[in-house]
């Protein structure tokens, strides 16, 4: 039984409010921005009295918080999901790259708000400087992946570290400059040339 199967009808009620705000804040926020956006806006959006909102989140700061760490913790769930399955660390690497487009085009409001809205707020730059980023995250799991391919003789002896960084900066500078407006076909033909250049340096010549 899941979770969510756990919890009360009423629970899962609350649950299900509380995920058509978020839904309904994204959409906004990534449109408009964040101050140009109203809770009362917010509510008509999600189709809730404006008060409903304020049961769950005290305020529009608040709700970007929660908005913020929800949408990044589903983000790093589903890119460690890809790089845990089934597979040699070649192809875990290689369905990674792959899986990209439909990741970034799927998280794309979100990638737009995150740009837009949490690197020009020192606020919110100050409230999660002290938290690992999706970035970090991934890199930490992008390097454990590279060092057991260096161990079987998959890979090259390469800093695994360092490797890890730049793959993520990469994937993270493409995310960023392709937010604003994604095209599924430009990113998927980027994405294409991005696994040839890192496998192409990785692998061993004899797994080429």
Same mark, same amino acid.
């Given at each position: ?144 992946? &590279? *060092? ?11 800093? #695994? !570290? %360092? =490797?890890? +960084?730049?793959?993520?900066?990469? &994937? *993270? ?11 599924? #076909? !430009? %990113? =998927?033909? +980027? ?18």
């Amino acid at each position: 039984m899941s979770e969510q199967e756990k919890l009360s009808r009423r629970q899962r009620d609350r649950l299900r409010h509380k995920e058509e705000i978020l839904a309904a804040a994204l959409k906004l926020f990534s449109e408009r921005g964040f101050h140009d956006v109203s809770m009362q806006e917010i509510a008509a959006e999600a189709e809730f009295a404006t008060g409903t909102l304020y049961n769950f989140f005290p305020s529009k700061e608040a709700l970007f918080d929660t908005l913020i760490d929800d949408s990044a913790e589903r983000i790093v769930g589903q890119l460690a999901a890809i790089l845990d399955r089934p597979g040699t660390e070649v192809e875990r690497l290689s369905c990674y790259f792959r899986s990209l487009p439909a990741q970034l085009e799927e998280h794309a409001p979100f990638i737009k708000l995150y740009v837009s809205e949490v690197g020009t707020r020192s606020v919110k730059l100050a409230r999660y400087r002290d938290k690992p980023e999706v970035s970090t995250i991934i890199a930490t799991k992008l390097q454990g992946l &590279l *060092e057991s391919g260096i161990r079987k003789g998959l890979f090259r002896s390469v800093d #695994a !570290e %360092v =490797t890890a +960084i730049a793959i993520t900066s990469t &994937l *993270e500078t493409v995310a960023f400059n392709t937010g604003e407006k994604f095209d599924r #076909a !430009e %990113v =998927t033909q +980027i994405m294409a040339k991005a696994e040839h250049l890192f496998l192409e340096g990785l692998l061993q010549p004899e797994g080429r």
